[in-house]
């Protein structure tokens, strides 16, 4: 929901130019040049960072990280984090795994980028060669998963022409660990679900990703991972097309799904061997093919009592795909009864509150859901609507109206990655899944607290003793 | 019905005399080159050039040497050669080979892309070129010898480059009349289609961002893949994107920022071709991956980092981006404007002069693949050649004339 929430975005958009201007603050030139050392080429200066950054000040940068990465050179540390997939011991006050209770006085093992294992620091014997963090006074979590995003690469987020684009994909034009994706680190976040617009019915394909560094293939955890539906609002149509309203965009929708839905069976049915005849390869609706297996969801912008229904009977009851309401806002809560019997997962955002007239009285949306019972549920920024890092701002205001913390801190881990069909890599501090790991001064939802460092796939990508806060 | 055959052969036989006589008028002029401006014959058919220092890119850089030109090509190059006959002796400073520009738009008139539609590969720039074309003298001015002109990516498909020396007689000029096909992996087709608009008009289409981009390339090839034809397009268009997929045509794409470089690669490998990547102002940031994939590179952003930190699209320059290439051993030129000033800069940032000076003569004759003909100073090449009153990289040098297949084009002609 791109266009919706404008107070809100303003406020953002102000928020994020000050910090651009406050000296040491996000994206400044000193921050950014410490992480140069660790990542970047020679040479790969800070200009694309800061934009207003002279050739020659960028200079006097270079000379003074000579010296500086000289230093680092001779610490012991660098040399371990060179190393392509370290075994590092993580010791913690608090462990949030984010299945079952926390654990005090806990300790991680990771090695291969998975977590080998979690428990009890008295539990668990650290074998030889592992790299040791000692963070005493602060918890570990798993890396917060995005359920909507748009800053995984360039701005090319709609393709009007037509309305429904089946066609399209959106990991053509990913920027790994780009500047939007290293303040998200800071936040703490770690995947993200990078989706084209709303602009049109169905926007094309969004790709499951880390936002840590690395090539491609190393980050992307799905692609195709999963479809974007808007089933109203941002979509309609002003110019004689069909579509100008609610009927006509579910009207749309539904002829396309249900030719995709034709072709996927005709493929089905030859697979399975009940026909004879290869049916003829369509590349325009091949990326159905996991779609309607139920392997990825389709998430749907949809909010409003009325279209969440539609979203319900078209998408779920008749098109039996797994399904994901991408905003659920406004009196949409009001069908949490029906949403339930579905199964469905509700991710929230950006807009979290709803001014309900019937008893003059803000409602938040999440905790309206949560009070009828609602479990699969968490939050989203929409980013850059909300800026990427400030997810968990989403969840500590769904919580000033009412959310359990507890189950704040699923809805930003594990019931977004549920609901993107992820769990088995991200979400959980779990044995066996992906050492995505995040070192807070202490919950999350608080928001005096902070990030002081990030795992991604077992290698520590954000570390503020070296990058200082970003964030 | 007789007589209209009578007719035609008569017209024929008469059309055969006209241009039998405007040749000869024509190879009157030119015969007389030095009467009508620049162009000087030799007086002799062979021309021996001495020169104080030779960078020939074939062992020579800087030492003394001596070329011997006859017939417009380049018969012996050494560093004290002895030939019979009446000569031309010319005297210089340094001597290096004439500059080849991988990518520009020289000559080429009436629009620098066909933009009625997506799918244009049968546009050919060789048709549309303007031989008279002030561009042409002022890059002989410049010592740049040949040139690709390539078509703007301003469509998806947008047509097919050819390669032409600057200066000479029309038909000799010609290098390779249809070659490359270009392929836009970038934003440029999309930035004058429109997704609301009129819906009559020819621009309301895809692609009006990249995602359209990649799928107009991904859907053309695929139906040409299995056996189809592009619709709507030229049945050209289907022959010219199959010789592409079957290897007999080399792709170029036009791509800039790092994941469009990057796509470009995917599509060639879902796909099977290879295309050699045009612009390439990102490519440092993914240089490893780019050198595993066997990229190559034409690299533009040179020309525009002396003024700006930032290239088209947006994207993020470094000086030293040359320097980086050669350490990875990847393959690639520097094109485009001010090519012997980029020399210049890539020197300064990161190549040896030897390498700079490659990277404007025999880099770019090994990517297009006309080093049998142009790029360095050897036996049986084209005498394309270009005396400097110094060192080519020293800024303080000037260049005293430009021979192209053994034509000098002087600017100078006090030194001649």
Redesign the interface.
Known sequence: MITAPVAQAATMILKRAAKWFVPGGRGSCRTQAKRFISFA?????Q??RC?SAA?LSNAWVHCSLVAFSLLLLTSPQLAVAEDAKPKLAIHVGKVLTCVGEPIIGGTILVSEGKIEAVGKTKDIKVPEGYQEFHHPDAFAMPGLVEAHAHVG??G???????QT?P????W????PHNDQLKNAIAGGITTICFI?GS?TNMG?WGTLMKTGPG??SDIIIKAPGVLKIAQAGNPER????LGSGRGGMNYVIRQQLIEAQLYVRQWDDFKAGRTKAEP??N??LEYFKPLFHREIPVVVHTQIYQVVQSTLRILHDEMNLKVVIDHGTFDSYKLTEEILKRDIPIMVGPRGFYFDRDHGQMRGIVAEYANRNAKALGVNTDSPVVPQEELFFQAAMAVRYGWNEEAAVRGVTIEPAKALMIDHRVGSLEKGKDADIVITTGSIIDPRNHVKQVFIDGKSVYDTQIDRRRF | MRKTVFHSITAFILTGLGILCSGILCSGILCSGIAIGQEKEPASDGVLIRAKHLYSNNGAYGEKGEVYISAGKIKIVGPSIDVPGPLTILEVDSLMPGIVDAYSSLGLSGGTSEVSREITPEFDTYSAIDWSSRDFAEAVDGGVTTVQVVPAAESVFSGLACIVKTAGNSGDRTVAASGNAVLAVCSDPTSRNRARSRPDGIYMRQPTNRMGVIWIIRSSLNRIRSGGTVAGADPMSTELLKEILNGKRQSLAISRTDFDIRSALDLGDEFGFKPIIYGGDEVYRIIEEFKKRDGKVVYTALARSATTSRGTEGTALRWNVPGKLIEANVPFCLAGESLLDQARFAHRFGLTAQEALAAITARPADILGISNRVGSIEAEKDADLVAFSGDPLQPTSRINWTMISGKIYGNDKSKQ
């Not at chain 1, 080429?41 to 200066?45: D, I, M, R």
């Not at chain 1, 002003?238 to 097309?241: L, T």
Request: overall charge negative.
């Open positions: 080429l020679p040479f790969e200066s200009a694309d934009p050739r690469g360039s090319d987020l709609n393709e009007m022409v037509y684009n066609e399209l994909r959106n053509d034009q990913i920027i084209p602009g094309g090539k491609l002003q110019d004689g097309e003829p390869m590349l325009r």
